[in-house]
């Protein structure tokens, strides 16, 4: 009896936690309907982009897909017309341009479900790295995803509030927006600068509801993965290791869910959820248990964190050695 007692007293505290939690996570939960719905993905003639619009199509969604270069669109409505024998939209369109990408925004019918997956990544040490090439990362990644939100959030706040139905602004960024990695650093300030954009937005069209979902992909084995393995610096492979990673379509299955729930972030592997937890700072959360974990187990990934940092400057102190004894 004494030791169901003190069981008792040992989880109460959690209990309470939990119950607490119930109460104030925010925003509430909620389910984002795909089916007939118009779905815009960004980056659409490969990839992650292409898997995704695959998989929307697949479910019923009305989809676009939005690139730079017609031929790999047509490509890639073929693909998906030969896969699910659904026909998609395409539009060619570069996401710098702000005036090109308001009037695809304008040609196409309103948008439900914005998906920002668009994005370049040129890897090298930014004393090496052209001041061109860092703006080329940041107009893309940062930038034409501000053009395209711009675009479409008249429209989508007048749809939801038309349909009663939840939209959805879905941004995908990379695990290298959550830290930062040797020869990622412009990079890395595109992809940190979507978490700013995303939490701040989920503020102002929560009352619209509109929902967002920020998506952290590890290395995703697309044409573009290759290129960027022959342009990594040495001490980058080292710490970053240069497995293929995820598959497209592994990447699109989860975020798409996320999307789906209404999820804030969307970790797509295990080590991705950990890096979650570990930088989670004041991100949103919608599920409580979630939350529970988060505060139960952000403590301990500060000090895996703090382990990985460690081995990162050691990899880098001896490389350097290297570099000067050869």
């Not at 270069?69 to 998906?80: W, Y």
């Not at 979902?213 to 960027?228: I, K, M, Q, S």
């Not at 299955?253 to 295990?270: D, P």
Request: charged share 20%; glycine share 8%.
């Amino acid at each position: 009896m004494a030791s169901l007692f003190f069981l008792f007293l040992l989880l109460l505290p959690f209990a309470i936690l939990l119950l607490v939690l119930a109460a104030i996570v925010r925003p509430r939960q909620v389910r984002i309907p795909l089916k007939g719905r118009h779905v815009l993905v960004t980056g659409g003639s490969s990839g992650i982009g292409l898997a995704l619009a695959l998989r929307a199509a697949a479910e019923g969604a009305r989809v676009t897909i939005l690139a730079r270069d017609p031929s790999r669109l047509q490509d890639a409505r073929d693909a998906i017309r030969l896969a699910t024998g659904v026909d998609v939209t395409i539009v060619a369109a570069d996401v710098r341009d702000p005036e090109a990408v308001s009037r695809a925004l304008e040609a196409a019918d309103p948008v439900d479900v914005l998906v920002c997956n668009h994005g370049v990544f040129l890897p090298q040490e930014l004393e090496r790295q052209s001041l061109e090439e860092v703006r080329f990362m940041v107009e893309v990644n940062l930038m034409g995803t501000f053009h395209l939100i711009k675009a479409s959030l008249p429209t989508m706040k007048q749809r939801a509030k038309q349909s009663g139905l939840p939209a959805s602004i879905a941004i995908v960024s990379s695990q290298a927006g959550q830290v930062g990695i040797y020869g990622y650093t412009a990079y890395s300030a595109s992809k940190f600068g979507l978490r700013g954009l995303a939490e701040a937005l989920q503020h102002e069209v929560i009352a619209d509801n509109i929902h967002i979902t920020l998506v952290f992909p590890p290395d995703t084995d697309t044409p573009g993965l290759a290129e960027e393995h022959k342009r990594r610096p040495e001490i980058t492979k080292v710490i970053a290791g240069s497995q293929g990673g995820m598959k497209a379509d592994d990447v699109a299955k989860k975020a798409l869910n996320g999307i789906k729930s209404g999820q804030f972030v969307v970790a797509c592997n295990f080590e991705g959820y950990l890096l979650h937890v570990a930088t989670v700072g004041l991100s949103p959360q919608r599920s409580y248990f979630m939350a529970f974990v988060e505060i139960l187990g952000v403590g301990f990934m500060r000090f895996v964190a703090l382990c990985y940092q460690w081995s990162w400057f050691t990899s880098i102190e001896k490389w350097h050695a290297k570099m000067k004894s050869g």
